[in-house]
């Protein structure tokens, strides 16, 4: 399956030192995370990745990702450009091979096959997961509480006195 941000690397480029590389995306891949993430835009994304080789078929991937979003303010409804930045360690494992570990403090698991990882679709993965997910522009202030008032039809009858 391609992805629309797609950075395949075969399986055999990871020495036994381990093999560095940076991903950016191109402004086509670009407006096309920004559909799939449901963003007014992605403005930048680059991800640098350490690999190194662990038992069984499984990689390790360390991974720096800086990237700049366009999203919407909860708050204002306004558009704002936002900086995200985000450090993360994946495991890759062959297809089939994931556990069952439901510890949040695993390493995230991401299946390949065919002697291929992908890392631009692990990055966009880590994207939306860095994402604020209640995004606030700086400035924006929250509405200040409704006026008092009768809230309902029933909340006069709270101040009336009923016969003893």
Known sequence: MTHE?????????IGPVGHGLTVEADAAELASLAERL???AVNALTCRFHLRS???RTFIAEGWLDAVV????VVSLDEFPLPVSDHFVVRFVPAGSESDDIDPDSDDEIPYSDGVID???ATAEQLAL???PWPRKPDADLP???PDGPASPFSALRHKR???
């Open 5 to 13: 941000f797609s950075r395949r690397l075969p399986i055999e480029r």
């Open 38 to 40: 449901r963003l007014p």
């Open 54 to 56: 662990a038992p069984n």
């Open 70 to 73: 366009t999203e919407t303010c």
């Open 119 to 121: 890392l631009g679709e």
């Open 130 to 132: 860095a994402l604020d």
């Open 144 to 146: 200040s509480a409704a």
């Open 162 to 164: 009923l016969p003893t």
